[in-house]
């Protein structure tokens, strides 16, 4: 099953493919320093085995989860600011994908079925990534925070 599987950084995501589940594949966001925090890395190798998956015929659905005590905190802003230029501030499109949103995973449209494993906390963008997947399991732990709301900023269907 791993074959043609894209190279991807284990420091960002590992990959792996239950033995007793052929037709599976597991993404596993792999930044445990930061909560599994959004960069722009580890956007890109999510994507890159998102679209291998989508295109793998022996694959019937995925499941993605974070390691550690985070699915995600969302974007990382201590990485984000890093690349800011004095009085010039972007806005956080660079953990977005061009038309899958955060993480390359909140508007993916997929034909086959994307489950959301969450352990721990799932805070701002990573609680984005977990609203349009047609099934989210929770661990006894699961934590979700939406810290946007208190600022007036909520998901619209449009950044679904």
Known sequence: MAKGVPKVSPDNVLVSFPPDLPH??????????????????????????????????S???AIITGAGWAFSVGMDLSAWLKNQSPGQLTNYNDVKAPG?????????RSRKPIIIAVNGYTVGGGFEMVLNRNL??????AKFRYPEAKRGVMVTPFDL
């Open 24 to 57: 599976i594949i597991v993404i596993t966001m792999n930044q445990t320093a930061t909560m599994n925090a959004m960069t722009p890395e580890l956007r890109d190798d999510i994507g890159k085995v998102m679209d291998y998956f989508e295109n793998e015929p």
């Open 59 to 61: 694959l019937w659905a």
């Open 136 to 141: 989210v399991v929770t661990g006894s732990g």
């Open 100 to 108: 899958q949103g955060i993480g390359s995973i909140s508007k993916w």
